[in-house]
């Protein structure tokens, strides 16, 4: 999708007005969370929920479920879920008490953990969060905490994505920019991403990026790990 060259900034954030500051945009972006939310819980949960929770239940003990606070619309903390993926005594920072992002070949990664990432099937609890109002199916990726803390003074517009709700998938993910972060240009090219959805916001907008999801899980994406 095309990029503006002119991105909101913090310094003119107030001089602008954000489409999903209009009641009327936020209540039909609402809608298409909740109705979709639903009709993936009817159609899919119904037999894929108790599918996975079986394979996660066999590959050894501890909980099916991961949690993990995570900051939303107007840095309001909440916990994100997901199906767990990794083994239950790994280690979320190094030695040097950097945050540790999931990386490819992790270790941490369990067998069935890494075939539930590669199909973004650990996701799928966050729809719960959609129904709660803490997320959107499309936004920007929530970030754990202590990656926050660590970019938002390095990295140009960090704190703006955070004038929407989060979402499970979002542009920045269609365009390649998900999982690890390994450089500041990455994230910068990713925190731009989410930048020009908050401008540029539409429900067709909306329904493209699901669309877009939906056909990159099915074909499957090489950064997703």
């Not at 060259?5 to 209009?22: C, G, S, V």
């Not at 008490?97 to 609890?125: A, H, M, Y």
Request: charged fraction near 20%.
């Amino acid at each position: 999708m095309p990029m503006q060259t002119e991105l909101l900034t913090e310094n003119n954030i107030f001089f602008r007005q954000l489409p999903l500051e209009k009641t009327i945009n936020r209540l039909a972006k609402r809608m298409l969370d909740v109705l979709f939310s639903l009709f993936i819980f009817t159609v899919l949960f119904s037999w894929l929920w108790p599918i996975v929770t079986f394979i996660i239940r066999l590959s050894g003990s501890g909980h099916i479920f991961f949690k993990q606070e995570r900051e939303g619309k107007n840095n309001i903390r909440f916990f994100l879920y997901k199906f767990r993926s990794m083994h239950n005594d790994c280690k979320e920072f190094s030695k040097n008490g950097k945050f540790l992002q999931v990386s490819r070949n992790d270790t941490r990664l369990t067998t069935v953990g890494k075939i539930l990432r590669k199909n973004n099937l650990d996701e799928l609890p966050q729809f719960l969060n959609v129904l709660k109002g803490e997320m959107s199916i499309v936004g920007p990726r929530p970030h754990p905490v202590p990656l926050n803390l660590e970019y938002e003074n390095i990295v140009n517009g960090y704190r703006l994505r955070h004038l929407v709700k989060p979402g499970i998938t979002g542009l920045a993910q269609v365009n390649g920019f998900r999982g690890e972060t390994n450089s500041l240009l990455l994230m910068q090219q990713r925190i731009d991403n989410d930048i020009w959805y908050i401008e540029n916001w539409s429900l067709i907008l909306d329904i493209k990026l699901i669309l877009l999801t939906i056909f990159n899980m099915i074909k499957g994406d090489k950064t997703a790990y």
